[in-house]
């Protein structure tokens, strides 16, 4: 008796090894079979690729060709519409899908974002601006318009030359037949704030209304709203930038300045020789129109500047810009 159930127990013993070792060897051959057969699933299974697209240190490579390939099976998985979608989805929107997804194209915004500041706002992130009229000079005036900007006008339209005034919005409101010649004449008007307030220097409701009101007066005269502004005095901030391009407009600073506003350079021959030594191709250069010896040292340079080959552009014309640019860019601060 004892000896049967002792047989007994250790077949059973037995035949439960023997299920365990099936079950395991089993096992065994659908891992294998999964992990040579699947591979080329596995890896166009794109779950890895969703956890690596919001990491911005992962090597461009991977994530890069899983993307730029456009075959539906790989493009469309991740959005977990596959399947059944790839027939009925249009092509192109796929690739605009995937495309908005790519990880290349956000890496390379944040990159500038992290080593420049926190308080950077996307409207005034660096960018490369590069010249579209790297041989042409842009000429501009601050300040007016002004008792002398009609003599102005008329040289300006005697020699064909186009310019840039930025104005103040007082002005354009006091002189609003000279704002309508500026346009009608092709020139392009900027915004100089209303009454010169320093921007980086006043609440962020003075700056906000010293520049939208400038907007509005000169859209009232001309019909559309100016794309540039420049902050009075050159004190920008990355508050007046970021107003700005909320506003619409790029900042403009400057290359040349010859100071035509200081008591000591209120002088004609000053303010041409000045510009006769100093002009360079793609630069833009300051002037202001409320003085009458910088309209007449201006004037008297000007068929001298035509001569030695200068050409002349507006600001927009100079170089293209996107509203919270800030040019030329070493301006920034
Ligand atoms: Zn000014």
Request: hydrophobic letters at 35%; one cysteine or more; glycine letters at 6%.
């Amino acid at each position: 008796m004892s000896f049967k159930l002792k047989n007994s127990n250790t077949s059973r013993h037995l035949a439960v090894f023997l299920a365990i070792a099936v079950i395991l060897s089993l096992l065994g051959a659908i891992a294998l079979a999964i992990a040579t057969s699947g591979c080329t699933v596995t890896k166009s299974v794109p779950a890895p690729a969703m956890t690596r697209e919001p990491s911005p240190g992962a090597t461009s490579t991977s994530p890069q060709s899983h993307t730029t390939n456009t075959s539906p099976s790989q493009t469309t998985t991740p959005r977990k519409t596959s399947g059944i979608s790839t027939s009925t989805l249009p092509s192109l929107d796929i690739s605009k899908k995937t495309r908005k997804t790519t990880p290349t194209t956000t890496i390379k915004i944040t990159k500038p974002k992290t080593t420049e500041s926190k308080q950077t706002n996307p409207l005034t992130t660096a960018r490369p601006v590069s010249l579209s009229a790297p041989g042409a000079v842009a000429i501009t005036f601050d300040d007016g318009p002004g008792k002398y900007t009609g003599q102005l006008l008329d040289a300006l339209q005697e020699y064909g030359i186009k310019v840039t005034f930025f104005v103040q919005g007082q002005f354009v409101e006091s002189r609003p037949d000279l704002i309508q010649r500026m346009h009608a004449e092709g020139h392009q008007i900027g915004n100089h704030t209303y009454s010169h307030k320093f921007l980086s220097q006043v609440s962020s409701d003075v700056r906000r209304s010293q520049l939208m009101s400038t907007s509005d007066a000169i859209e009232r005269v001309t019909g559309s709203r100016p794309t540039i502004m420049r902050p009075p005095g050159g004190y920008g901030s990355e508050a007046v930038y970021v107003e700005a391009g909320e506003q619409g407009m790029a900042t403009i600073f400057w290359d040349i300045d010859p100071a035509d506003w200081k008591k000591s350079n209120k002088n004609v021959n000053y303010v041409c020789n000045y510009l006769l030594n100093h002009t360079q191709k793609g630069k833009i250069i300051l002037l202001h129109d409320i003085h009458e010896t910088t309209v007449e040292g201006f004037i008297r340079a000007l068929p001298q500047l035509i001569e030695h080959g200068f050409t002349f552009v507006t600001v927009d014309e100079l170089v293209q810009l996107e509203p919270g640019d800030v040019y030329p860019a070493r301006w920034r601060r």
